[in-house]
Antibody, heavy 120, light 107 residues
Framework: QVQLQESGPGLVKPAETLSLICTVSGSSVSVSQYYWTWIRQPPGKGLEWIGYTYYNGDTKYNPSFKSRVTLSVDTSKNQFSLKLRSLTSADTAVYYC????????????WGQGTRVAVSS | DIQMTQSPSSLSASVGDRVTITCRASHDISDSLAWYQQKPGKGPKLLLFGASRLESGVPSRFSGSGSGTDYTLTITGLQPEDFGTYFCHQYYSTPQTFGQGSQVEVK
């Protein structure tokens, strides 16, 4: 069965860069049928779509993050990753990775999420 | 950005009740709408997409309807395991956006 698992630091300092990895099992990041997506949820707030990466390295970002975020895919490890730069406390959130179906971009599988706090 | 206004923010209902959650988009999203259920500590689970298409394995008591800007998730015959937070998601345009969520308590 398809599973996604986020990993990364639970605490990062302001102005630093957050690096998260999503490890995929039961599905391949190398196929053209899916977009590999990141979403976050700040405490007490709604879900926020960050963007997605594709098997060939193409990306699409939320303009709110575009200047600070880089998404990439590692087909050799069946993983995809997020880098978010210039962190502030507003980036404190639960970060989810998810698989979106090309065409109808529904998010059909999600990870359980990883909590990230930005604090000195 | 397309704003998704979801209501109610919370509700409490009894087993067997019919529950309705609505989502209104700030622009026509042409049925590019999904509904998810989330339980504490877990990632969201896809229930419906394309406004009314049931995801494989999801019980038929879940249904979706609507068009244009107004969409509805209905649970017909609420079950104890249906507790959780439900939210809508438009994937019509970038950036994709989500409703704020509706917390469902089963009495």
């Amino acid at each position: 069965q398809v599973q996604l698992q986020e990993s990364g630091p639970g605490l990062v300092k302001p102005a630093e860069t957050l690096s998260l990895i999503c490890t995929v099992s039961g599905s391949s990041v190398s196929v053209s049928q899916y977009y590999w997506t990141w979403i976050r949820q700040p405490p007490g707030k709604g879900l926020e779509w960050i963007g997605y990466t594709y098997y060939n390295g193409d990306t699409k970002y939320n303009p709110s993050f575009k200047s600070r975020v880089t998404l990439s895919v590692d087909t050799s490890k069946n993983q995809f990753s997020l880098k978010l730069r210039s962190l502030t406390s507003a980036d404190t959130a639960v970060y989810y990775c998810a698989r979106a179906v090309v065409g109808a971009k529904r998010l059909d599988y999600w990870g359980q999420g990883t909590r990230v706090a930005v604090s000195s | 950005d397309i704003q998704m206004t979801q209501s109610p923010s919370s509700l409490s209902a009894s087993v067997g009740d019919r529950v309705t959650i609505t989502c209104r988009a700030s622009h026509d999203i042409s049925d590019s709408l999904a509904w998810y259920q989330q339980k504490p500590g877990k990632g969201p689970k896809l229930l419906l997409f394309g406004a009314s298409r049931l995801e494989s394995g999801v019980p038929s008591r879940f249904s979706g309807s609507g068009s244009g800007t107004d969409y509805t998730l209905t649970i017909t015959g609420l079950q104890p395991e249906d507790f959780g937070t439900y939210f809508c998601h438009q994937y019509y345009s970038t950036p994709q956006t989500f409703g704020q969520g509706s917390q469902v308590e089963v009495k």
